[in-house]
């Protein structure tokens, strides 16, 4: 079975420094890994995917995000923090042959002004 | 782009009542579409597959009796939540993608979800 961890609840970062959110997973084929992004009481923004080639995948609003598969992670960035940034963040994975996706926890990501 | 419409947006009812909710794509056709639900401060679990024109595939451990699913057009899936108590209160969220085969760059769109609080 497939599954997707990020192991923080929640990250804090001041405006303008750069961000790392965490997101590490298990699949039995090829991982099809996802990042979406959600504001409260709304559904879910797409903000990138990987789904072969380049490890490093840029998307939306200059997030970014690394695939790594020796350490089966998919850590989301972004160079420079924005306050609108705030938000909570979600890392997904779909197995070959399946088209649902299994989300992360989520991680709750501040930026403090 | 792809645009998820979601209806309503927030619903509260009594206890017992059935409630309906529309999740329709608005400039495209969704061969599939997604239900999921949300519990606060939590992620998202999937209920069930809806496929145009078939029955939909329910997750391990959801109930086909009290979750309701149709997809009945190539735009529009129905969930109902029928006989809804206050355990059913929750976020409920769809989403659509389109086109034939597993393919993994079959995008998905997500309404903006439905707040059900039961009474």
């Known amino acids: 079975a497939q599954s997707v961890a990020q192991p923080e609840d929640q990250v804090n970062v001041a405006e303008g420094n750069p961000l790392t959110v965490k997101c590490t997973y298990s699949?039995?084929?090829?991982?099809?890994l996802f990042w979406y992004v959600q504001y409260p009481n709304r559904g879910l923004q797409f903000l990138l995917k990987?789904?072969?080639?380049?490890?490093l995948v840029k998307g939306s609003y200059g997030f970014e995000a690394e695939f790594n598969k020796s350490q089966t992670s998919f850590h989301l960035k972004k160079p420079s923090a924005l306050v609108s940034d705030s938000a909570l963040y979600f890392c997904?994975?779909?197995?070959?042959?399946?088209?649902?996706?299994?989300f992360g926890s989520g991680t709750r990501l501040q930026v403090q002004p | 782009g792809a645009v998820v419409s979601q209806h309503p947006s927030w619903v509260i009812c009594k206890s017992g009542t059935s409630v309906k909710i529309e999740c329709r794509s608005l400039?495209?056709?969704?061969?599939?579409m997604f239900w999921y639900r949300q519990f606060p401060k939590q992620s998202l679990m999937l209920m069930a597959t809806?496929?145009?024109?078939?029955?939909?595939t329910y997750e391990q451990g959801v109930e086909k009796d009290k979750f309701l699913i149709n997809h009945a057009s190539l735009t529009l899936s129905t969930l109902t939540v029928t006989s809804a108590h206050p355990e059913d209160s929750s976020f409920y969220i769809c989403?659509?993608?389109w086109g034939g085969g597993e393919g993994p760059n079959q995008p998905q769109h997500f309404g903006d979800g439905t707040r059900l609080s039961i009474l």
């Open positions: 400039d495209f056709q969704a061969t599939t």
């Open positions: 989403s659509a993608s």
């Open positions: 997904a994975v779909r197995d070959t042959g399946r088209r649902a996706l299994t």
């Open positions: 699949v039995s084929g090829n991982p099809y």
């Open positions: 990987y789904i072969t080639g380049d490890n």
């Open positions: 809806s496929n145009e024109g078939s029955k939909a």
